[in-house]
């Protein structure tokens, strides 16, 4: 099983700051397989990332995704109030399809 | 627009069942891998199943595989997960997903289902 740890758990900063979020897996993923999803309490989880670098439809390109094999980085250039949330990786190279812990970031 | 609305949640005693639906409009199901995820109370997102359309092919979390089924009803548009064997550790909020079409992602979520599991 491919473990993903994020970091930090928590991210505390303001609007119109940049944030950046870390995700690293225990052995190496292809980017074709790498993902990242935004998740607010009480609505569905929201598909922002994928392949690694490519934004989903609707997207601002604010969010910004990097990296490979076993280091992701996710940058939202400048913080806006809807923000945030909590921001998962999620790898689909091989079963089980795992998820980080979960980074939130919150306003300070 | 693309639509998925899940039902079926509820309470349950351990060791019993519940089958879970998810309705899905504005896409056709059998051109899209599904999933289901769930998350427990205060924690992250876990990745539960799969159907894949082209062949049936479908994969469980190890935490599932054996009590749990993925399947597709492609008259009515509606994926399901038949649970069996409910333990404490499977309540949780239940989202169904649909696959990316070129891509591996999930690009449309349900708003989930509760499942709670207690006697």
């Known amino acids: 099983e491919i473990v993903l740890t994020q970091s930090p758990g928590t991210l505390s900063l303001s609007p119109g700051e940049r944030a950046t979020l870390s995700c690293w897996a225990s052995?190496?993923?292809?980017?074709?397989?790498f993902t990242w999803y935004q998740h607010k309490p009480g609505q569905a989880p929201r598909l922002l990332i994928y392949?690694?670098?490519t934004r989903a439809t609707g997207i601002p390109d604010r969010f910004s995704g990097s990296g490979s094999g076993t280091d992701f980085t996710l940058t939202i250039s400048r913080l806006e109030p809807e923000d945030f949330a909590v921001y998962y990786c999620q790898q689909y190279g091989s079963t089980p399809y795992t998820f980080g812990q979960g980074t939130k970031l919150e306003i300070k | 627009e693309v639509q998925l609305v899940e039902s079926g949640g509820g309470l349950v005693q351990p060791g019993g069942s519940l089958r879970l639906s998810c309705a899905a409009s504005g896409f056709t199901l059998s051109s899209h891998w599904m999933h289901w995820f769930r998350q427990a109370p205060g924690k992250g997102l876990v990745w539960v199943a799969y159907l894949n359309p082209e062949g049936g092919y479908t994969d469980y979390a190890d935490s599932v595989k054996g009590r749990f089924t993925i399947s597709g009803d492609n008259a009515k548009n509606t994926l399901y997960l038949q649970m069996n064997s409910l333990r404490d550790e499977d309540t949780a909020v239940y989202y169904c997903?649909?696959?990316?079409?070129?891509?591996?992602?999930?690009?449309?979520w349900g708003q989930g289902t509760l499942v709670t599991v207690s006697s």
């Open positions: 997903a649909r696959g990316c079409r070129m891509s591996s992602c999930a690009d449309y």
């Open positions: 392949g690694a670098s």
């Open positions: 052995q190496s993923v292809s980017s074709s397989y």
